[in-house]
C-alpha cells in the first residue's frame, strides 16, 4: 500500500509540471486615451476600464487554455462612455445622468506565445446609432467590447477588428 501511495504521489508530481500556465494578460492605456481621461472623461474611470478588460481577458482565457503560456500584453486605445462620467457630471454641472450617448471601445496588442511567436491583436466594437446603445450604465458598450474580444481571444482567435 506505501508503495502505491508513493508511486501516486510521483505521479501527481510529474502531471502537475506537465499542466499549462495560463497567459499573463497585461493592459495598459493609450496616450491618447490617457489624454482623454485626464481633460474629459476622468482617471478613475480610465484606470477601472483597463482593469475591467484586464479581467474580463483572463478569466476567459483560464476557463479555455487558449493562450496557455503566452503573455497578452493590450492597449486600451479608446473608449466612449454611454453615459456621462462622474468627472463629465462635475464639470458640467447641467449635465444630466440620464443623458445617453453612442459608446465602445477599441482595443490593440499582441500575443507573445511561448516560443516567441507574435500574434498582432486588434478589436473595437461602437454602437453604430443611438437605436443600438446598451446604455444601462456609464460604460455599457465598452463592457460589452471587453467581454467580446475576450470571448474570440478565449476561442483561441487572433482578434481582428470587426
Given at each position: 500500500?506505501?508503495?502505491?501511495?508513493?508511486?501516486?504521489?510521483a505521479?501527481?508530481?510529474?502531471?502537475?509540471?506537465?499542466l499549462?500556465?495560463?497567459?499573463?494578460?497585461?493592459?495598459?492605456v493609450g496616450p491618447?486615451l490617457q489624454?482623454?481621461?485626464?481633460?474629459?472623461?476622468?482617471?478613475?474611470?480610465?484606470?477601472d476600464?483597463?482593469k475591467?478588460?484586464?479581467?474580463?481577458?483572463e478569466?476567459?482565457?483560464a476557463k479555455?487554455?487558449?493562450?496557455?503560456?503566452?503573455?497578452?500584453e493590450?492597449?486600451?486605445?479608446d473608449?466612449?462612455?454611454?453615459r456621462p462620467?462622474?468627472?463629465?457630471?462635475?464639470?458640467?454641472?447641467?449635465?444630466s445622468?440620464?443623458?445617453?450617448?453612442?459608446?465602445?471601445a477599441r482595443?490593440?496588442?499582441?500575443?507573445?506565445?511561448?516560443?516567441?511567436?507574435?500574434?498582432?491583436l486588434?478589436?473595437?466594437?461602437?454602437?453604430p446609432?443611438?437605436?443600438?446603445?446598451?446604455?444601462e450604465?456609464?460604460?455599457?458598450?465598452?463592457e460589452?467590447t471587453?467581454?467580446q474580444f475576450?470571448?474570440?481571444l478565449?476561442?483561441?482567435?487572433a482578434?481582428a477588428?470587426?
Open positions: 500500500m506505501k508503495t502505491l501511495t508513493l508511486a501516486a504521489a505521479l501527481l508530481i510529474s502531471a502537475g509540471g506537465a499549462a500556465t495560463p497567459a499573463s494578460v497585461s493592459v495598459t491618447e489624454l482623454k481621461g485626464e481633460k474629459t472623461l476622468g482617471m478613475r474611470d480610465v484606470n476600464l483597463a475591467s478588460l484586464q479581467s474580463d481577458v478569466k476567459r482565457l479555455t487554455g487558449a493562450y496557455d503560456g503566452a503573455r497578452i493590450l492597449i486600451l486605445v473608449a466612449q462612455p454611454n462620467t462622474f468627472k463629465q457630471l462635475g464639470d458640467k454641472p447641467g449635465l445622468m440620464r443623458s445617453i450617448s453612442i459608446g465602445g482595443i490593440e496588442g499582441r500575443a507573445v506565445a511561448a516560443d516567441g511567436a507574435v500574434t498582432p486588434s478589436y473595437d466594437y461602437y454602437s446609432d443611438l437605436y443600438w446603445v446598451r446604455g450604465t456609464t460604460w455599457s458598450d465598452a460589452q471587453f467581454q475576450a470571448a474570440q478565449s476561442r483561441g482567435k482578434v477588428s470587426r
